[in-house]
């Protein structure tokens, strides 16, 4: 018997319910990279398994890793001939800071209007909860229409860096036809969205290290390479006039956008406007020759995520540093390998990099780009299911981040991610005051409810 009228009336009734469940989920101030949180990220994993359990999701275990545990479970009932999907979320979060510029406490969920406030609302607890909460739905109301595995991890926003390893090692618990992967977004609250390409990352460390402490500037200046200005050469060299990465080979495996994908890219209808409105910038930049929605999700990009040396305090200190840093990331398209962009910025360093100083080079994290196969099966199910609540049909599009999960279920699993998610381009997330757009968020759960009934075979 199909219930699924019942389960969205279900849902329409317990949106209360749903999020307070939430905002309990919220409370857990889940930070991953931050050390002194590890007992906070370890109560959201079990937090996570009880309400699985009491769901009546079977096998649930919160399995231990090097750092952060992963939560897993099943619910077999559906029969071998249906489905198995895997539904993945991430239960931590970034830290808060800047913390002056909250407006509220990140970890004090409240509703303002439309908008629903706190670390984690949007990205990624607030989609993780969408899941459970169609899952909920249907559950309450007869049996389940698929089979369901679930994996969701506490080192997301720290580049999942034992969760390749876990999936490596654990292929037939996680063994599934399909992936529910709700860590996207959507263009706008009108517009259901689906992602099939996501980059990869490269996230590099550069240190230059010049005199062994720092100098007196009028006794060693013009006489000692300035460490400071080393790596501000090394790091403007990065891009041509052109705006081109200048690192050898570096576009060498790049996959062109197809004459379809870029008509695609265009029927979205996101111009330079967008871009200039979201970042506050008067003047886009960037790679010649692609539009700002193609280089943004189908074309590598490297840039400069921070910059240190010397004296930096108030007033004036006449000084050579003996050092400087700079965090450099760079996204990746397919089919670009990160281990071959590291070999790249290492010959990139040993060309224009001068003798008076030494460097070090060190690889902080990384993930490999991922193309899904849009005309499967499960794909459809979740296309029509979005069609179904918004009136629309969903746009598909390239995503200009990183989710290195993604690569990895394909590497390990042989599995797509169906990449969806009810976060809108203004939710703040990774900034203060994220939030979530109630009505949007609860049009997702209904969305999900007619997708795991669309996913089951006839």
């Known amino acids: 018997m199909d219930t699924r009228q019942s389960a969205i009336s279900y849902a329409k009734k317990n949106q209360k319910l749903f999020l307070s469940g939430l905002d309990d989920f919220i409370r857990i101030p889940s930070i991953s990279t931050d050390s002194e949180r590890a007992g906070d990220v370890k109560k959201a994993a079990e937090y996570l398994a009880e309400k699985l359990k009491k769901l009546g999701i079977q096998k649930v275990k919160v399995n231990p890793t090097k750092r952060h545990p992963i939560v897993t479970g099943e619910y077999m009932k ?146 000692v390479h300035n460490p400071a200005q080393v790596i501000a050469d090394l790091v403007a060299g990065l891009h041509d006039a052109s705006g081109r990465v200048t690192l050898p080979g570096f576009y060498k495996k790049v996959r062109t956008l197809s004459r379809e994908e ?70 990746l398209v397919p089919d670009q390998d990160p281990m071959e962009v590291h070999q790249q910025m290492l010959q990139y360093l040993e060309k224009h990099a001068p003798k008076t100083v030494r460097y070090e080079l060190k690889m902080l994290s990384h993930g490999y780009p991922s193309i899904s196969d849009i005309k499967s099966r499960e794909s459809a199910a979740l296309a029509t299911a979005l069609e179904t609540v918004w009136g629309v049909k969903p746009i598909y599009k390239r995503e200009g981040g990183s989710i290195s999960v993604v690569a990895d279920l394909q590497k390990s699993l042989g599995v797509d991610s169906l990449l969806t998610g009810f976060g809108l381009p203004d939710d703040n997330i990774h900034a203060p005051n994220e939030h979530l757009h109630l009505p949007t968020w609860y049009k997702g759960i209904e969305a999900l409810i007619y997708f795991f009934y669309n996913a089951r075979k006839n």
Not at 160 to 166: A, D, I
């Open 262 to 331: 870029r008509k695609e890219m265009a029927r979205l209808g996101i111009g330079d406007e967008f871009y200039e409105k979201q970042s506050g910038v008067n003047v886009l930049w960037g790679e010649k020759g692609f539009t700002s929605l193609e280089r943004t999700g189908g074309r590598p990009t490297c840039e400069l995520n921070g910059l240190l040396s010397g004296f930096t305090g108030e007033g004036a200190k006449t000084i050579i540093p003996s050092w400087s840093m700079a965090k450099i990331s760079t996204r």
């Open 78 to 223: 559906a029969g071998a001939d249906q489905p198995i999907i895997l539904v993945y979320g991430h239960y931590d979060v970034q830290p808060v800071d800047p913390i002056n510029l909250w407006n509220r406490k990140p970890f004090d969920p409240k509703t303002d209007g439309e908008y629903h406030y706190g670390r984690g609302a949007s990205d990624m607890k607030g989609q993780v909860w969408a899941s459970i909460s169609a899952i909920e739905s249907i559950m309450h109301e007869g049996d389940f229409p698929v089979n369901l595995k679930f994996v969701f991890e506490g080192e997301e926003e720290i580049g999942s860096l034992n969760f390749p390893e876990f999936v490596e090692k654990n292929k037939e618990l996680l063994r599934c036809t399909a992936c529910l992967n709700p860590d996207a977004g959507m263009v706008d609250a009108k517009t259901p969205t689906i992602v099939y390409g996501l980059r990869g990352l490269a996230y590099f460390e550069l240190k230059i290290y010049g005199p062994a402490h720092d100098l007196h500037s009028g006794s060693f200046g013009g006489v």
